[in-house]
């Protein structure tokens, strides 16, 4: 077997599994496990995933997301859910603008639903679904493209995102905890962070997962957007420390603020 396609199937596993064995790897793949070690520093290279002792994750880490080609394979009920209720937010005629991500790339598909609309994005899937259709006034950012976010991001996104203005911005997050959405890149994070100075209202989108974590940079105050959303409840010592502070989460499967 080529290194290229055992790597594609461990990619695989990962999605899954969310973790892989050093030690079931080399067995399934009848190779040494320092092959299997060179496999994974190949792909955590490439930002695929994360190293771990006898093994590797594609779980979040406070430096660590793993590669958009995972992500866009993961969670497609919980992304859908969420996607229809950050839709309700739409109304024709609106300036939209969708961050990066595999969460707001389907989002920005089904924002054809509420065309005509004018869409900023730095999303790579997005400009390419959406670059033909009607009704989709697309304003495309440029910057140095991220393979691993399958987005543009740097100096250049943020200028343009300095001159415009949108009725309404949808932000996701990987890390949700005390109060604070978390990134844990620092180029993704001052994307958001225009895009949200940018925007009349701004939504926060999150996986229910990923709330009680944190990541390397803080993005914003959870009380800086005027919705949020995730997929489903989190703990009730969440919940309540939601209330407490004062924050509406809309849980997208029953669509109901709690």
Known sequence: MRREERQQLIVNLLVENKTVDLDDLADRFTVSKMTIHRDLDDLEQA????????GATIDAGTQFES????????????????????????EPGMTVMVNDGSMAAVLGEML????????????????????????????????????????????????????????????????????????????????KRAMIASSTR??????????????????????????IITDSAPDAAVLEEFEQAGI?????????PT
């Open 47 to 54: 930002g695929v995933l994360r190293k771990v002792r006898g």
């Open 67 to 90: 590669d958009f080609r995972i992500r866009e394979r993961q969670g497609s009920e919980a992304k859908l859910a969420m996607a229809e209720t950050a839709l309700e937010l739409v």
């Open 112 to 191: 054809l639903q509420k065309r005509p609309l004018t869409l900023i994005t730095n999303n790579a899937a997005i400009m390419e679904r959406l670059k033909g259709e009607t009704g989709i006034t697309l304003i495309a950012l440029g910057g140095i493209y991220s393979a691993k976010f399958n987005a543009y991001l740097g100096v250049v996104t943020e200028e343009a995102l300095s001159r415009l203005r949108a009725d309404i911005a949808f932000i996701s997050t990987p890390a949700v905890s005390g109060g604070r959405a978390y990134h844990m890149d620092d180029n993704v994070v001052r994307a």
């Open 202 to 227: 701004t939504c926060l989108l999150v996986n229910h997962q990923r709330i009680g974590h944190t990541a390397l940079h803080v993005m914003a105050d959870l009380a800086d957007f005027d919705a």
């Open 248 to 256: 509406t989460l809309t849980i997208a499967s029953t669509q109901d």
